[in-house]
C-alpha cells in the first residue's frame, strides 16, 4: 500500500522559513510527476509547485523565487523548501504524486496535508 506522509509544517513568523518533507513509501511504480499543493480557509485547492520525471519544475507565480520543490531519489522524499514566507502563504499544504504501473495504468496519491501557519 503506497502512503505519503508529510512533516515539516508549523508556525512561523513572517519572513521565516519552513521546509516541508513528503516521505512515500510502498510499491509506487514509475513516478512521472510529484508536486505539492495547498488549500487556505475558502479558497480552491491550487498547485504551489511541481517536478515531472525529468526533473522539470513548475511553481505558481506568488511563490517564484520562493520555494523550491526537489526530490531524493534515496530516501524517496519529496521537499518543498519554503522561505520569504508571508501570511498569504498560510494554509494546508498537501503533498501529490503520480505514477505510471507496468500496464500503462495512472495512479494519483495524496498526502494526508499539513498545516502551514504564517503569523506574527
Known amino acids: 500500500q503506497v502512503q505519503l506522509v508529510e512533516s515539516g509544517g508549523g508556525l512561523v513568523q513572517p519572513g521565516g522559513s519552513l521546509t516541508l518533507a513528503c516521505a512515500v513509501s510502498?510499491?509506487?511504480?514509475?513516478?512521472?510527476?510529484m508536486g505539492w499543493y495547498r488549500q487556505a480557509p475558502g479558497k480552491q485547492r491550487e498547485l504551489v509547485a511541481s517536478?515531472?520525471?525529468?526533473?522539470?519544475?513548475e511553481a505558481t507565480e506568488t511563490v517564484k523565487g520562493r520555494f523550491t520543490i526537489s526530490r531524493d531519489n534515496a530516501l524517496n522524499t519529496v521537499y518543498l523548501q519554503m522561505r520569504s514566507l508571508k501570511p498569504e502563504d498560510t494554509a494546508v499544504y498537501y503533498c501529490?504524486?503520480?505514477?505510471?504501473?507496468?500496464?500503462?495504468?495512472?495512479?494519483?496519491?495524496w498526502g494526508q496535508g499539513i498545516q502551514v501557519t504564517v503569523s506574527s
Open positions: 501529490n504524486v503520480d505514477s505510471r504501473s507496468t500496464y500503462g495504468f495512472l495512479y494519483v496519491y
Open positions: 510502498g510499491s509506487i511504480g514509475n513516478i512521472v510527476h
Open positions: 517536478m515531472d520525471s525529468g526533473r522539470n519544475k
